[in-house]
């Protein structure tokens, strides 16, 4: 017997494309089964969503985007941003019982929003985030950021985790350090790019630079500045995307650069596979995109990120990716130096096919 569609709401949030783009095959795989999808959020992310499912219906949902402080300090801007942080956390909920109320939603599936939660229909987090990595300065504080982070996944009736349950995966102490909660299970890397062909490349000459600029400002803005002053002053060849998916698409060259806002799922997908060489941040759908097209990368962590400096580190000590902090970016030295590192090896984590039942 052909089970019933299901109605379900998908929610990222707006941290930056990465929660969007992940939240890609999920979408994908859940309208292959036949269900209902219907989209929320706020901001880039559900901009590229639109882009992606032009078919689907789109709810604005409100949600937190702090930014970032050009000081790179920002876990002491986040604590300072707390109480914004636990307000946004009660309204999203509120709203969405207005939502669940109208709309009759079966199932409820949040990327990294903690009110996305209902008594009135199953509700899903995606996280990799069981932990919060802390400064050096607060490492002590990382068992207890621990198990607030267990009592919010707890809220939910299931917490999916997109990474290899063998550490240390893709994302480390972030989901394997500490024991998971009992409604958490892995399911392997979410990417929205194939995993066909790409196999064995080499490339001779002058490397093939793709730069991927993503996150809130004003760091964002700021690394895209370096990169492009610093490759226009060793006159080399590269393409940048600026992760403005609600820009026009419209082509900039500046020296022997190509400047785009964005690229849909398929082309950035035949650019990276094209790429000797990827500058971008560690967030880590950046490196599950990445992992599953076997790229080398170098990563440039966002100032002030624990998360992102950590991710960073780990694979730079795996001996898969150099890592450089912005202030201290050289790319003159930094590419070669990057090129000798092995990359992401395709079946460092194995992308899920068909683990999503609900």
């Given at each position: 017997?052909?089970?019933?569609?299901?109605?379900?709401?998908?929610?990222?949030?707006?941290w930056?494309?990465g929660h969007?783009?992940?939240c890609?095959?999920?979408?994908?795989?859940?309208?292959?089964?036949?269900?209902?999808?219907?989209?929320?959020?706020?901001?880039?992310?559900l901009?590229?969503?639109?882009?992606?499912?032009?078919?689907?219906?789109?709810?604005?949902?409100?949600?937190?985007?702090?930014?970032?402080?050009?000081?790179?300090?920002?876990?002491?801007h986040?604590l300072?941003?707390?109480?914004?942080?636990?307000?946004?956390?009660?309204?999203?909920?509120q709203?969405?019982?207005?939502?669940?109320?109208?709309?009759k939603?079966?199932?409820?599936?949040?990327d990294?929003?903690?009110?996305?939660?209902?008594?009135?229909?199953?509700?899903?987090?995606?996280?990799?985030?069981?932990?919060?990595?802390?400064?050096?300065?607060?490492?002590?504080?990382?068992?207890?950021?621990?198990?607030?982070?267990?009592?919010m996944?707890?809220?939910?009736?299931?917490?999916?985790?997109?990474?290899?349950?063998?550490?240390?995966?893709?994302?480390?102490?972030?989901?394997?350090?500490?024991?998971?909660?009992?409604?958490?299970?892995?399911?392997?890397?979410?990417?929205?790019f194939?995993?066909?062909?790409?196999?064995?490349?080499?490339?001779?000459?002058e490397?093939?630079?793709?730069?991927?600029?993503?996150?809130?400002?004003?760091?964002?803005?700021?690394?895209?500045?370096?990169?492009?002053?610093?490759?226009?002053?060793?006159?080399?060849?590269?393409?940048i995307?600026?992760?403005?998916?609600?820009?026009?698409?419209?082509?900039?060259?500046?020296?022997r650069?190509?400047?785009?806002?964005?690229?849909?799922?398929?082309e950035?997908?035949?650019?990276?596979?094209?790429?000797?060489?990827?500058?971008?941040?560690?967030g880590?759908?950046?490196?599950?995109d990445?992992?599953?097209?076997?790229?080398?990368?170098?990563?440039?962590p966002?100032?002030?990120?624990?998360?992102?400096l950590?991710?960073?580190?780990?694979?730079?000590?795996?001996?898969?990716?150099?890592?450089?902090?912005?202030?201290?970016?050289n790319?003159?030295?930094?590419i070669?130096?990057?090129?000798?590192?092995?990359?992401?090896?395709?079946?460092?984590?194995?992308?899920?096919s068909?683990?999503?039942?609900?």
């Amino acid at each position: 017997m052909q089970p019933k569609p299901l109605h379900i709401l998908i929610s990222p949030l707006d941290w930056g494309l990465g929660h969007a783009t992940r939240c890609i095959p999920v979408i994908r795989q859940l309208i292959k089964a036949g269900n209902q999808i219907t989209l929320a959020g706020n901001g880039r992310s559900l901009v590229l969503l639109q882009k992606e499912f032009p078919m689907l219906e789109c709810i604005e949902l409100q949600g937190f985007s702090p930014s970032y402080p050009a000081s790179g300090k920002m876990f002491l801007h986040l604590l300072l941003l707390l109480p914004r942080f636990i307000y946004s956390i009660f309204r999203e909920h509120q709203d969405l019982k207005t939502l669940v109320s109208k709309h009759k939603f079966d199932v409820l599936i949040s990327d990294n929003r903690y009110g996305l939660w209902s008594k009135d229909a199953k509700s899903i987090i995606i996280t990799h985030q069981v932990m919060i990595k802390a400064p050096e300065w607060l490492r002590f504080a990382e068992y207890p950021l621990y198990r607030i982070s267990r009592l919010m996944i707890s809220r939910f009736d299931e917490c999916w985790i997109p990474d290899a349950k063998e550490m240390p995966g893709l994302s480390g102490d972030l989901s394997h350090k500490f024991p998971l909660p009992r409604n958490a299970r892995f399911i392997g890397a979410l990417t929205r790019f194939s995993i066909a062909g790409n196999v064995g490349r080499s490339f001779f000459g002058e490397p093939k630079i793709t730069v991927l600029i993503s996150g809130p400002e004003p760091q964002r803005s700021l690394f895209e500045d370096l990169v492009i002053k610093q490759l226009t002053q060793l006159n080399l060849s590269a393409t940048i995307l600026s992760g403005k998916p609600d820009l026009k698409k419209t082509v900039v060259l500046i020296n022997r650069l190509t400047i785009l806002p964005h690229l849909e799922t398929t082309e950035l997908e035949s650019l990276i596979s094209a790429s000797s060489l990827i500058i971008c941040r560690s967030g880590y759908s950046s490196i599950m995109d990445l992992s599953v097209l076997g790229s080398k990368v170098l990563f440039v962590p966002t100032p002030g990120q624990t998360e992102q400096l950590y991710l960073a580190k780990l694979h730079q000590y795996l001996g898969v990716a150099l890592w450089r902090s912005q202030n201290k970016l050289n790319l003159e030295s930094d590419i070669p130096e990057a090129l000798k590192y092995k990359g992401f090896e395709r079946d460092f984590v194995t992308p899920s096919s068909g683990a999503l039942y609900l």
